[in-house]
C-alpha cells in the first residue's frame, strides 16, 4: 500500500544487509547457489511492491542493483558480493587462513570479477576496512559494464544521480505528510528511466525513441508536449514532497 515504505523495508531489513554475517563467515563456494536462491526472491518482491515490470536482465534491474552512490536503489547482490565478504572477513579475522584452498578459491573468483588493476593476491592485506573496499571495486566493474551498456542519455543519466547527495530523497524516512504515496512511485521509475504509464508509447518526433521518462522531458524536437510538462510537474511535486 506505500511503496516508499515497502522499499526501505526490502533495503533495510530483508535484503544485502541481513545476509551479509553469512557471505562473511562461510566460503561462497559453499553457498553460492542458496545465496543466488536468495538473490532470485528480492527482484519479485521489488516489482510487486512497486509494481515494475523489470526482467533479470533488464538495464532497470541491473541499475537498481548498484548502491545509492552508484545511481541504483541499495538492492546489491549477496551471490556477486559474496567473495568480497569472505576475503574481507579472513584478512582481518583470520590471516592465518590465507593458504586455505577456500581462500584461493574465493580468491580466484573475485579476480574474475574486477578489472586488471584491481586483483588481489595473497598474503591479504589486514588494513580496517578491506571487505568495503573489495566490494567497492566489484561495484565499480559493474557500474562501468552498466555504462558502457546504455545508450547516449543512459550514461548521462546515470552519471547524474550518481553524484554526490542525488540519492538523498531515497533515504528520507517514510511518512505519511509527504505527500501521496505515488508520488514515490513516480521517482523510482524516472530514476530508473522507465515509463510511467503503459500508455506513453513512442515518441511522435522520434519513432525510434520509447516516451520514457528521460525522453519526455529531454526531446529536442518537442516530444508529446502534455507528457512532457506532465512529468516536469511529477519531478517538482517529488522534489517538494521529499526533501533532499
Request: charge should be neutral; charged fraction near 15%.
Amino acid at each position: 500500500e506505500n511503496p516508499q515504505l515497502a522499499l526501505a523495508l526490502l533495503r533495510k531489513c530483508a535484503a544485502f544487509c541481513k545476509i551479509t554475517h553469512i557471505s562473511r563467515v562461510t566460503p561462497p563456494t559453499l553457498i553460492k547457489s542458496s545465496l543466488s536462491e536468495f538473490d532470485d526472491s528480492i527482484r519479485p518482491c521489488f516489482t510487486e511492491c512497486l509494481a515494475l515490470n523489470l526482467s533479470p536482465q533488464s538495464y532497470g534491474w541491473k541499475q537498481a542493483c548498484l548502491s545509492l552512490s552508484r545511481g541504483g536503489l541499495g538492492l546489491r547482490s549477496v551471490a556477486v558480493q559474496s567473495t568480497a565478504a569472505y576475503l574481507g572477513s579472513v584478512s582481518s579475522s583470520s590471516p592465518d587462513l590465507a593458504s586455505s584452498h577456500y581462500v584461493i578459491d574465493a580468491l580466484n573468483l573475485f579476480n574474475l570479477q574486477v578489472s586488471a588493476e584491481d586483483t588481489v593476491s595473497i598474503p591479504l592485506p589486514t588494513k580496517y576496512h578491506f571487505h568495503h573496499d573489495l566490494s567497492q571495486r566489484i561495484e565499480n566493474c559493474q557500474f562501468h559494464a552498466l555504462y558502457n551498456s546504455g545508450s547516449l542519455a543512459d550514461r548521462a543519466c546515470l552519471l547524474s544521480i550518481s553524484s554526490a547527495h542525488a540519492s538523498s530523497w531515497l533515504q528520507v524516512v517514510p511518512s505519511p505528510r509527504q505527500g501521496c504515496d505515488m508520488t514515490h512511485q513516480w521517482g523510482i521509475k524516472w530514476w530508473l528511466g522507465l515509463p510511467l504509464t503503459p500508455e506513453l508509447g513512442v515518441c511522435a518526433y522520434c519513432p525510434d525513441k520509447a516516451l520514457d521518462a528521460h525522453h519526455a522531458v529531454t526531446c529536442k524536437f518537442g516530444g508529446d508536449v502534455v507528457a512532457r510538462f506532465f512529468l516536469q510537474d511529477i519531478q517538482c511535486f517529488v522534489n517538494a514532497s521529499e526533501p533532499f
